[in-house]
């Protein structure tokens, strides 16, 4: 877990990516790889109607900093 001690300060951050499923979650994993500290915070998308449709996620993060 986060050392929140640490931690002083943290921000949201909301934004949409418009991408197929498959490719979302590659562009999930690699900012996860990232050295950012951060909490997924939810993750809203309407179902497709065929596996490779593109569908807007809207991301919701929060990132932590130091003050």
Partial sequence: GLQ??????SYDITFNVTTSYSKFKTFIRNYENSLRLFTL???G???????DD????????????LK
């Fill in 41 to 43: 915070q939810s993750v």
């Fill in 54 to 65: 593109l569908i807007t996620f809207q991301v919701k993060l929060r990132t932590y900093y």
């Fill in 45 to 51: 998308f309407p179902a497709p109607e065929e596996a």
């Fill in 4 to 9: 929140t001690d640490k931690l002083k300060g």
